[in-house]
């Protein structure tokens, strides 16, 4: 590999109902398959996460591809790309984080109740309930059985390190998701995991970002490119 493009899937379904695409997201994955293919942009191997959003995305950019007579190879399923389980976070640190921070419990309460309107803004946006949250499962705050911060990073460095080190001299393209492509750049920058949620938390989503390698080292050449969405209203994060 010589050059990895992350890909961010397009935008998700509701917080109660998120991993599939919504029709903005759908469209977006059809913007990018019709760009790039324009382009002319050929992959020697795509990888998918194993979350539905995410093999969506890379099935929509694939018929585009197919429309345009450019190849496109079959996506390869890798869970080590998924992003992790933000829905489980809230299932077991949520109510004791509650317990112990009134401002938190409100909050809290307050975004349940909003969920159950489909149109509400907060479906569209990052809310203080879950940057709480998620700074309690990074910190280990209270017991938790899923995941952990440390290992969710190894997991997403295991297959960025292997495709590093198999440089062959092509393209890979890999859709996944926003934290795991924030992992993915701050690692190439030499940064820190602060910044790895920094990146994340502005990743576009269908968005484009590009490493390459070079002398055994992957560096970063673009971020969260959204050249495929020329109409501001097809722009979203969430």
């Known amino acids: 590999m010589s050059a ?15 991993d599939r695409l919504s029709d903005l997201g759908a469209r ?3 913007l990018l398959g019709v760009k790039l293919a324009a382009q002319g942009m050929e992959f020697d191997a795509v990888y998918s996460g194993a979350l539905a959003r995410q093999k969506a995305t890379a099935r929509l950019v694939g018929e585009r591809y197919e429309a345009a007579g450019v190849p496109f190879p079959q996506p390869c399923e890798d869970p080590l790309w998924n992003e992790f389980d933000l829905g489980d976070v809230y299932a077991q640190i949520a109510g004791p984080l509650a317990r112990d921070n009134p401002r938190f419990a409100r909050a809290f309460a ?4 909003a969920m159950e309107d489909p149109e509400h803004d907060v479906h569209r946006s990052h809310s203080i309930c879950d940057i709480e949250v998620v700074r309690a499962w990074v910190a280990g705050k209270y017991p938790y059985e899923g995941e952990s911060w440390a290992a969710f990073q190894a997991r997403i460095l295991t297959p960025l390190k292997r495709l ?9 393209a890999v859709f996944t998701s926003a934290t795991p492509i924030g992992i993915c750049v701050a690692h190439a920058l030499g940064a820190d995991e602060t910044h790895s949620w920094k990146l994340a938390g502005v990743a576009y989503n269908s968005g484009v970002s590009t490493l390459r390698v070079a002398r055994a080292e992957l560096r970063l050449f673009s971020f969260n490119s959204v050249g495929h969405l020329e109409d501001p209203n097809h722009w979203s994060f969430k």
């Open 4 to 18: 990895l493009y992350l890909i961010r899937h397009g935008q998700a379904g509701p917080r109660n109902d998120y």
């Open 28 to 30: 977006q994955a059809e």
């Open 110 to 113: 307050a975004l349940e109740a």
């Open 164 to 172: 590093a080190e198999s440089d062959n001299g092509g393209k890979v």
